[in-house]
């Protein structure tokens, strides 16, 4: 055997043993289009949270399965062009530019650290050639053309020039045990830790692509790979060699298995365990680099084609043929496959090999000639257009019989009642037409957008004002018991449970038992788009929906009056070749779909991956001004203004929708991916976040973020509580202030009136009682006639002692008690001799010892001695009057008595009115107020025997302590 016949039958078998993906796998392209900033792509990698990132030429994405963020310059890269990605063991991602410094994402602030801002980083140089890689044991290596090595570990760079000295360019680096490395070169292995190669191991051959996991070595050669296992210490063994008919430009990790890409341009994976070609999984752009996600989806970077990836082919379309990739309005599933489209066209496709193409209407291409149903009437086929319906014979699709122009009933919709039956509706009536007979048996005059029937094959009649039910020669319009009825209604399905789906042209589908509403399902959340194109029900319990955004499988269940529901979504990114379903059959447990861009086709019991969505806050902006992404804030009351932005990642292909709960209170559908909270009033918000699942369930895992919006100074209890306490000082200092100036007011009204009294009291003593003076000098004068010198010079002199003293208190206000008591003695002595010892008298103050240092007013007590005298002494007749003066302390109190036997106010008073007084004198009057002046209680007795008899007036004076001079 020849070694070019060897080389053909190697071939052959190879070839053979690569399975054709064309039927089990799909490709959905993401180019700019899409959101990418470069068709360009060099590498995608998977980070800790299952978002994807996409280095390119012009940019660096991340993407979740439902949009692309896009990091640049202005982001901190380092530059635009981002040729490779690394995760390494802390989730972090690394970015790397040709000859730039490297950089790494901050996840909080939602940019790149370079080193303009790490200063580590800018200890790290990049050559023409550099290689970088994520450690086992922690921390990122890098090294350049220049064997320059660095790591970068725990926010620290360690640096090591020129670690070893070969030739070749690095191929690879890798730490095979902690502070252990091996540098891959292009012919050789060099060992190094500290800084120092310790040694070295030579291949015997150049290559130039390496892979190194789960302790192996791959190293590509031009036509095969070389495969060598690495021990703990580091040492290789040569395993073994795989061959194949075809240069190999790439070899790179694919999951747990390898991918090479030819220099053909084919892209094969590769059995990591054996190196045999496992299948052809892409072959018409050129490749730069696979990746495997988590689904087992294939992401391929392409050189000039965008992303590519490369899935489980879940739902099947008809490609074959260019005519079966146009917009279909109906369908219908027989032995064939018979789709019409809204120029008039019907195509019957046998599935494999014939196809069929019929026009129904003239002219050729017209705008109106829509297909609006395909009936299946048993021995003919019904199609319903906007400009004709006919029946078609079910072996030949010839017409057998035409409903053109007035004959045309159904330009809006047709309904097969039974297998002799049509429904027809038009623009404004509802006919009945048998078949066999070809007769109109019975119209109705309504314009008709859908028509059903339920379980008892009443007529259900939909129209652009709602809902109608014919009920014998009547119709029931729905809409005058439900507003929900009065909306434009599209599509009418029974299911066998006897529930009427009714598919309006608004926001959601209503569902109806007993002719009641007992459900509403709202479109644009759990059932993407907005618009309900078609339903459709084989089995109770089970309803398909076709929408402007996709295919939905709804489950539900009733019990009573109570009605749930989970949803299965199917999109173009599971192979729907359409985004939107205008019609849906089911056959032999394959569901058909007549879709805007053809007719796909799969399982009716098709599941679709379900997995539990995380979701990440991954944008906070507060006034307009974007701010690091934290787990809570703490803000003053002026920044109330909250952006937050959200994703989920889903990478399967499915978009998911979001709902978000403030303050534990109900979960409320998010428009989009973005919350926005304006002018927030003070208070604390958790703001917690989830994504809707596939199946229109919430995912377990929730995204929280918490608000502070701190109170106004001016809105806080301290600042209310110190204004309430501030007006009330100012109240009570306003009151105290005003009870002040009274005060003083009063004090110096007192002060005045005390100072007039004192005036008073000072004139009064100034001119003592002028009779008694008089009566005193006459006295005087008596005795010199009586030539009693002795007894005159005696009272003379105590006359001039009384005057003196008179004159001396009359300028002071306050006097000690020893003073007041020699006053008194000299006072009644004179007063004994003018009225010819006509009364006693006694002054007892001996409980005193001090009594210097008492004090009462100045000539308090006189006054109240001469009245005694003046009004009771006097007038007494048949004894002698008798004059009793005390003073004693008692609690803390001066207390001074002045009594007499005289005849008693009463009578003096009497007197008093009866009799001319030759003096009338306001001593007492002048002393009561100086005693209120001074705060001295005053107290006037009257005394009387048994009979009532006057026995005389005691008066008492209690006299505070605090009076000094």
Not at 499 to 510: A, E, F, N, P, Q
Request: hydrophobic share 35%; aromatic share 12%; with cysteine.
């Amino acid at each position: 055997m020849n070694r070019s016949f060897r080389t053909i039958l190697l071939l052959v078998c190879v070839v053979m043993s690569i399975r054709t993906p064309a039927q089990t796998r799909q490709v959905i392209r993401y180019t700019t289009r899409e959101g990418l900033p470069s068709n360009s792509i060099y590498r995608t990698i998977i980070d800790k949270k299952g978002f994807l990132w996409v280095a390119g030429e012009s940019g660096l994405s991340r993407y979740d399965g439902r949009s692309f963020r896009n990091y640049y310059t202005t982001d901190g890269l380092p530059d635009n062009e981002v040729t490779e990605l690394i995760l390494d063991t802390s989730g972090t991602v690394w970015a790397l530019s040709f000859r730039k410094k490297p950089a790494y994402y901050n996840e909080k602030k939602d940019r790149f650290e370079n080193s303009d801002t790490d200063r580590e980083l800018d200890k790290i140089e990049m050559g023409n050639t550099s290689i970088s890689a994520p450690l086992r044991w922690g921390g990122v290596i890098f090294c350049n053309n220049d064997k320059d090595v660095y790591i970068s570990k725990n926010g620290k760079v360690t640096a090591w020039p020129k670690v070893y000295s070969v030739k070749s360019k690095p191929e690879l680096i890798l730490d095979y045990q902690p502070d252990k490395y091996m540098v891959v070169c292009g012919d050789s292995i060099r060992y190094f830790e500290k800084g120092r190669v310790t040694r070295s191991a030579y291949f015997g051959y150049n290559f130039n692509w390496s892979e190194y996991f789960n302790n192996t070595l791959y190293i590509l050669q031009p036509t095969g790979i070389v495969k060598f296992s690495v021990d703990k210490d580091g040492n290789i063994q040569y395993r073994q060699q795989q061959q194949y008919p075809f240069t190999l430009k790439v070899m790179c990790r694919a999951g747990k298995d390898l991918a090479v890409t030819s220099f053909s341009g084919n892209t094969y994976t590769v059995d990591a365990t054996t190196l045999q070609l496992k299948e052809n999984i892409f072959s018409q752009f050129i490749v730069r680099n696979v990746m495997e996600d988590h689904n087992g989806n294939y992401w391929l970077s392409t050189k000039d084609e965008g992303l590519i990836k490369i899935q489980q082919r879940r739902i099947s379309s008809f490609t074959e043929n260019k005519d079966l990739i146009k917009n279909f309005n109906a369908i219908l599933k027989t032995d064939k496959i018979i789709a019409g489209n809204n120029r008039g066209e019907l195509y019957v496709y046998d599935g494999l090999y014939s196809i069929k193409k019929i026009l129904l209407n003239t002219p050729e291409n017209s705008s109106d000639t829509w297909v609006r149903n395909i009936l299946d009437m048993g021995s003919s086929i019904y199609v319903a257009t906007q400009t004709g319906s006919f029946l078609l014979n079910k072996k030949t699709y010839a017409v057998e019989e035409p409903f053109a122009g007035l004959k045309n009933k159904s330009t809006k919709a047709a309904y097969k009642l039974n297998d002799s039956i049509l429904l027809m509706g038009g623009h404004a009536q509802l006919f009945y037409y048998n078949i066999r007979t070809k007769s109109y048996t019975d119209s109705i005059l309504k314009r008709i957008t859908a028509i059903g029937t339920d379980d008892q094959q009443r007529v259900y009649i939909g129209s652009i004002d709602g809902l109608y039910r014919k009920d014998k020669d009547s119709l029931y319009y729905f809409g005058k018991d439900y507003k929900a009825l009065t909306f434009r209604v599209v599509s009418i399905v029974n299911t066998k449970d006897s529930l009427l789906w009714i598919g309006r042209s608004s926001d959601s589908i209503l569902v109806l038992k007993n002719g009641k509403p007992l459900a509403a399902i709202p479109l644009g959340t759990i059932i993407p788009g907005k618009v309900c194109k078609v339903m459709y029900s084989h089995q109770p319990g089970e309803v398909w929906v076709g929408t402007d955004k996709g295919l939905n499988r709804l489950y539900y269940t009733t019990n009573g009056t109570a009605f749930t529901y989970t949803n299965m979504y199917f999109s173009s990114a599971d192979g729907l070749i359409g985004d939107q379903v205008n019609d849906v059959v089911i056959k032999n447990d394959t569901l058909f779909a007549a879709t805007t861009g053809g007719i796909s086709y799969m399982p009716a019991t098709l599941q679709l991956p379900l997995a539990d969505i995380s979701t990440f806050i991954t944008r906070v902006s507060v006034n307009n001004t974007d701010t690091a992404v934290l787990a809570s804030y703490s803000l003053p009351f002026s920044q109330n203004n909250l952006l937050i932005e959200f994703s989920a990642v889903d990478l399967t292909g499915f978009n998911p929708v979001f709902e978000y709960s403030i303050n534990n209170r109900e979960w409320i559908r998010a428009q989009n991916n973005t919350l926005s909270l304006q002018n927030q009033p003070p208070d604390h918000y958790t703001i917690r976040i989830r994504s809707i699942k596939r199946d229109g369930t919430p995912s377990s895992q929730v995204a929280e973020i918490s608000f502070h919006i701190k109170t106004p100074f001016w809105q806080s209890g301290w600042f209310r509580g110190a204004i309430v306490l501030l007006l009330f000082g100012g109240i009570l200092f306003i009151v105290q202030r005003r009870n002040r100036i009274r005060q003083q007011q009063a004090i110096e009204k007192i002060t005045t009136e005390k100072k007039l009294a004192e005036l008073e009291m000072q004139a009064l003593k100034a001119q003592i009682n002028p009779h008694f003076v008089f009566n005193c000098l006459n006295s005087i004068k008596g005795f010199i006639y009586d030539k009693d010198y002795a007894q005159a010079d005696r009272y003379l002199d105590r006359f001039s002692e009384l005057m003196r003293s008179t004159i001396d208190n009359s300028d002071a206000a306050v006097i000690s008690l020893e003073e007041e008591v020699k006053y008194l003695d000299n006072y009644l002595q004179l007063e004994k001799l003018r009225f010819s010892d006509k009364f006693d008298y006694t002054i007892d103050a001996t409980t005193i010892s001090n009594h210097k240092n008492i004090f009462v007013p100045a000539m308090l007590l006189q006054p109240y001695v001469e009245n005694a005298i003046r009004h009771g002494i006097r007038f007494l007749e048949g004894r002698k009057g008798i004059i009793r003066i005390t003073a004693a302390m008692e609690a803390d109190k001066l207390v001074c008595t002045i009594s007499d036997n005289g005849i008693g106010r009463k009578k003096a008073a009497e007197l008093k009115s009866s009799r001319h007084i030759e003096y009338q004198g306001r001593g007492m009057s002048i002393s009561r107020r100086r005693a209120e002046l001074y705060h001295i209680e005053q107290e006037i007795i009257d005394k009387t025997d048994a009979e009532g008899n006057s026995l005389g007036t005691t008066i008492i004076l209690r006299i505070p302590p605090e009076l000094k001079p």
